[in-house]
């Protein structure tokens, strides 16, 4: 059992609650964006799970690390600050894992993604482009995953420029398109989210994963072996 503080209480966060507490471990801590991060109000955590908003986490994370709290984050729109919070986890020896998505059927999707790119590579008569659809109250557009599909595809065939279109609407928890449309017919791939929860057993299990490790980490090298 572990002890673990969610930092953001809105729709994820209480995801992530109600997922850590079927896991059988102890929700040691609550925070909303408005509450400061600091040591007495932790709960002697183990570990922190953090969704907030994109001019939030950087803050977050760092006042976290500094707390001496491994760092699970799942707020997206913030990785231009990801080399000075990777020197700040290096230098305290501190551990922060990140994902622009912790769905599981995602990082598959990611990866089909790229073994796509890569077999179209080279048939310049197909276009391919990105469509993502999330909820109304999403922040950042495109998302931190369609940008990271974007990178698979790229990582595959640098000769297409996949332009991403994004949707925010309504209360859509995520839905991620890679197509390819051709002079006679079009190749789609895609992931649909039906609800936050699958999103949350995805953080609660890198939660379970990172005490005890030091370093910055990503939820694909966890789940792919890739990280150590």
């Not at 922040?139 to 640098?158: C, F, H, I, N, V």
Request: glycine share 10%; hydrophobic share 45%; with cysteine.
């Amino acid at each position: 059992m572990l002890r673990i503080a969610i930092v953001g209480h809105g729709r994820m966060g209480h995801a992530v609650e109600a997922a850590a507490r079927a896991r059988g471990h102890e929700v040691a801590a609550t925070l909303d964006l408005a509450d400061p991060i600091v040591p007495d109000r932790l709960g002697n955590a183990d570990v922190a799970i953090e969704f907030t908003a994109p001019a939030a986490a950087p803050g977050n994370i760092t006042r976290l690390i500094e707390a001496g709290v491994p760092v699970v984050c799942g707020t997206t729109g913030w990785q231009a600050e990801l080399p000075r919070i990777s020197e700040l986890v290096t230098s305290r020896g501190g551990a922060f894992l990140y994902a622009t998505n912790f769905s599981v059927g995602v990082q598959l999707f990611l990866k089909t993604a790229a073994d796509l790119a890569r077999h179209l590579a080279g048939h310049p008569a197909y276009d391919g482009f990105i469509v993502e659809e999330h909820h109304a109250r999403k922040l950042d557009a495109p998302s931190g995953t369609a940008l990271s599909l974007r990178q698979a595809a790229t990582g595959a065939d640098a000769a297409r420029p996949y332009p991403i279109t994004s949707v925010r609407a309504g209360a859509i928890p995520g839905i991620h398109r890679l197509a390819y449309d051709g002079p006679y017919e079009t190749i789609t791939l895609e992931h649909v989210a039906r609800s936050r929860e699958g999103f949350a057993a995805g953080a609660v299990a890198a939660a379970e994963w990172l005490p005890g490790r030091r370093g910055v980490f990503t939820f694909e090298g966890m789940l792919f072996g890739d990280e150590r």
